[in-house]
């Protein structure tokens, strides 16, 4: 059966952007809102002193970045109009920075356009980078993307790599570190990203990067270290509503997870006057965990906020525009297997459009080809499809040990749609059984109804003895569950055993 990641235990992690569309969204440039930025720190008046000794574009692309993220954008005024004079070889971020900058105002740049990246693309851009950083070994931001190109073809070790270089290079730089945190959450080391971000002197000074701190202390399951320098960050009224927007969200998950809800529904609420996409879609998850919190993703029209109204649109059942946000959330971060996973879903289930789900997943693996729900949804859909061959060719490459219960159950039911689709039904019903059992002892009662179901299914399909019987047991099971998607399953099951009845001259009472 296909199956999707929950959106459970969220944080509000950094998003993993290029340099580009992180500029373009705002999320550098930090000044006070109420008073102009006194001293400059000593990273960007060295790059200030390089900049006017060597006068070459590397230096001043690289005085840009870092004057955007301490927010002293006019200390970089002279190096961007010498990048505006001559911009060919210079990077489209950094000649976009150089726009910001001289238009000395809130106007945002244009985003750029999102595009499906393919092994193709990714090769390209990874040869542009590579060439790159031969003549600007010391570009930070060149590792970054260079990393985030690794990513999206999975390969971890040069991602993680590349990365640890822009981290040594630039150890302080707002876009180097939280792209380095979200780069190591992927890598599966949540404890070496929250150590970048509470090491960094810069941390207690900027709320992106102490909202960061907090969030992945939480994600980590350890005491952030700047919970009460974040609350001071806030009470002083120095940074805008944007600046603090995912600060207090992070704090407003600790207090939701310390039982705390009615400040917690505060914080959120504060979190929402000027939010970032990310906020909104942490909104979406607390409105879940904590109902006196209302909150509707639609009200908001914060760019790129694909995730938040993914979930809104999957929660309401309006299966196709949830389909085309869970696809603008994948080439948003197409190297997450979440949108991957949700999208596959409800391609494949509520929509029952087999070709977009294998879009969407191989796309997916791509980034992710170990990732076993990813493996599992393409099995489960090669297999509805009866190419059953195929679908044991991806089912192989999970790994069994590694997997938690749900999934286990999970991959447990589509081996079972497998021998169904081979002929094998006795041995295709056991491992449904084995599923179901296993979902049942361990409360997972979503998992058992989907499980329920989709034995109903193969067993009617295949026309065994024991069909009407799975039917009304599928439809019994999953009765109390509310979900739209299964609201959707359960209707067509029922349709299912009403016309296998009459084709066998028997009635189909209406249960459920």
Known sequence: MATFVENEDRRIIPRWRDFRATVALGELICPSANRAPTGIPSSLANRISDWRAHKTKWYATDLLGAALVVGRPDLAAEAAGFILAEPSGVASASIGAAERILRRDDERLALPELRPATQETIDKRIHTLRSRLNEQPRNPIAWVDLAREYTLLGQLERAGRAM?????????????????????????????????????????????????????????????????????????????????????????????????????????????KCPTENTIAQAVWASKEMPSFEFDARDYDAPRSYEAKA??????????????????????????????????????????????????????????????????????????????????????????????????????????????????????????????????????????????????????????????????????????????DFRVLRDRMRELGVQHAQNRGVGFPAIG
Not at 240 to 248: A, C, D, G, R, V
Not at 327 to 336: C, I, K, M, T, Y
Not at 443 to 467: I, Q
Request: net charge neutral; proline share 5%.
């Open 311 to 484: 979930w809104e649109y999957f929660a309401r059942g309006q299966w196709d525009v949830a389909l085309e946000e869970s696809g603008n959330w994948l080439l948003d971060e197409p190297f997450s297997t979440k949108p991957a996973a949700l999208g596959s879903y409800i391609a494949a289930t509520t929509v029952e459009d087999y070709t977009r789900a294998q879009g969407i997943l191989r796309t997916g693996l791509l980034a992710n080809p170990q990732d076993p729900v990813l493996r599992n949804n393409l099995a489960f859909i090669l297999a509805s499809q009866g190419r059953a061959a195929e679908a044991e060719e991806h089912i192989a490459h999970i790994r069994h040990g590694n997997l938690g219960v749900g999934d286990q159950i999970t991959v447990l039911a589509t081996e079972g749609l497998i021998l169904f689709r081979k002929g094998q039904p006795d041995e295709g019903r056991k491992l449904y059984r084995e599923a179901m059992d296993k979902a049942s002892e361990s409360s997972l009662l979503r998992h058992l109804g989907r499980a329920a179901l989709y034995l109903a299914r193969e067993e009617t399909l295949a026309r065994t003895p024991f069909a009407l019987s799975a039917l009304k047991e599928a439809l019994h099971l999953t009765s109390t569950i509310a979900d739209p």
């Open 164 to 272: 640890r270089i822009a981290v040594a290079v630039s150890p302080v730089n707002r876009f180097i570190l939280r792209s380095a945190a979200r780069c190591f959450v992927h890598l599966g080391d949540v404890f070496e990203a929250h150590r970048l971000i509470s090491l960094a002197p810069s941390t207690p000074h900027d709320p992106w990067l102490t909202a960061a701190e907090v969030a992945l202390a939480s994600l980590a399951r350890i005491g952030p270290r700047f919970a009460k320098v974040g609350q001071r960050l806030v009470r002083s009224g120095g940074h805008s509503p944007f600046q603090t927007s995912e600060l207090l969200s992070a704090l407003g998950t600790v207090e939701l997870e310390s039982g705390k809800t009615s400040v917690a529904r505060k914080l959120f609420s504060q979190s929402l």
